[in-house]
């Protein structure tokens, strides 16, 4: 996951205050994914882009929302943040379609923790 | 809701045993792949295997799929201490569905 960073890597916060989690990648790809990882759960999709200010819900959107300016930044943003949303957020990238077919990379995750 | 189910969800073997993960999903696919996950890390990218493809090995991995009743096994031969880790399908285009993993535990 070296070319996919996260930032931070660890959040405390309490609840009610606004949170952005950053991703930066410099694979060039054209798809950015939001995940969440809860005991039980799996992996959740929260948001995706497949392109520079083009995106969608995923599974578990509500609460969140994300933007995207630029082809390497993918920004989550917690409006305000609640106990429901403790929880281990990963970044992925990737391509999709021809050969790339839809393999995904991740970044090493932020654990956000809202007290 | 989750598209693949992991089985069992979790496995505890020794060094050079082989380690067989089962997952099953719901819907019908184009490409199934499974991901390794170690402690506190991101996900890894194992495997793909096409839906027009019955097996497909690398390395000492070998993964099954049978389109017909909407299942995929992950073997790992001669398992090693550094497999541990949890292991998660993915099915899905765009978008992937993760299943809830299965956590192996390698002892030497």
């Known amino acids: 996951d070296a070319g996919i960073t996260q930032s931070p890597r660890h959040k405390v916060t309490e609840t009610g205050t606004p949170v952005t989690l950053r991703c930066h990648q410099t694979?060039?790809?054209?798809?950015m994914y939001w995940y969440r990882q809860d005991p039980g759960h799996g992996l959740r999709l929260i948001h995706y882009?497949?392109?520079?200010?083009?995106?969608d819900k995923g599974e578990v959107s509500d609460g969140y929302s994300v933007s995207r300016s630029k082809t390497e930044d993918f920004l989550l943003t917690l409006e305000s943040a609640t106990s429901s949303q403790t929880s281990v957020y990963f970044c992925?990238?990737?391509?999709?379609?021809?050969?790339?077919?839809?393999?995904?990379?991740f970044g090493p995750g932020t654990r956000l923790t809202v007290l | 809701s989750q598209q693949g189910e992991e089985d069992p969800q979790a496995l505890s073997i020794q060094e050079g045993e082989n380690a067989t993960m089962n997952c099953s999903y719901k819907?019908?696919?184009?490409?199934l792949q499974w991901y390794r996950q170690n402690s506190g890390r991101g996900l890894v990218h194992l495997i793909l295997?096409?839906?027009?493809?019955r097996e497909k090995h690398s390395g000492r991995l070998r993964v099954t799929l049978d389109t017909s009743k909407k299942s995929s096994s992950l073997l790992i031969t001669a398992s090693r201490a550094a497999d541990t880790a949890s292991y998660f399908c993915?099915?899905?285009?765009?978008?992937?569905?993760f299943g809830t993993g299965t956590r192996l535990l390698v002892s030497p």
């Open positions: 819907t019908s696919i184009n490409n």
């Open positions: 694979e060039n790809h054209r798809y």
């Open positions: 295997i096409r839906s027009n493809e």
């Open positions: 993915a099915t899905g285009f765009q978008k992937l569905v």
């Open positions: 882009s497949y392109g520079v200010k083009d995106t």
């Open positions: 992925a990238t990737g391509q999709v379609g021809g050969r790339a077919y839809n393999e995904q990379f």
